[in-house]
């Protein structure tokens, strides 16, 4: 069983950084992919970005430019930091892990910025 821990979320102005911290219980490069998503108030969760097992990125636009998704092996951790913060980035953040056909979620780390 697989499991998430994600790490670093908080209340910060617009204009500001955070980053935030995905632990996996199991080796990271064991996932096909890993991503983060992020889900706001009363709106579905979207997917925000994505690295694959070989290392490939993609990003959504809204975020491209100030949000870097990372990973370091040695620590099985992903991180995601996020730049430049402004208020609609405000929402819950998740962590995703997929490991062949199974789909696996942290429990998510709150993100608010105050304009």
């Known amino acids: 069983q697989v499991q998430l821990v994600e790490s670093g979320g908080g209340l910060v102005q617009a204009g500001g950084s955070l980053r935030l911290s995905c632990t996996a219980s199991?080796?990271?490069?064991?996932?096909?992919?890993m991503a983060w998503y992020r889900q706001a108030p009363g709106r579905e969760r979207n997917l925000i970005t994505t690295?694959?097992?070989?290392?490939?990125?993609g990003i959504i636009g809204s975020v491209k430019g100030r949000f870097t998704i990372s990973r370091d092996s040695d620590k099985n951790t992903l991180y995601l930091q996020m730049d430049s913060l402004k208020p609609e980035d405000t929402a819950v953040y998740y962590c995703?892990?997929?490991?062949?056909?199974?789909?696996?979620w942290g429990q998510g780390t709150q993100v608010t910025v105050s304009s």
């Open positions: 690295i694959t097992q070989d290392g490939k990125i």
């Open positions: 995703n892990a997929r490991l062949r056909t199974d789909n696996y």
């Open positions: 199991g080796n990271i490069l064991d996932f096909a992919a």
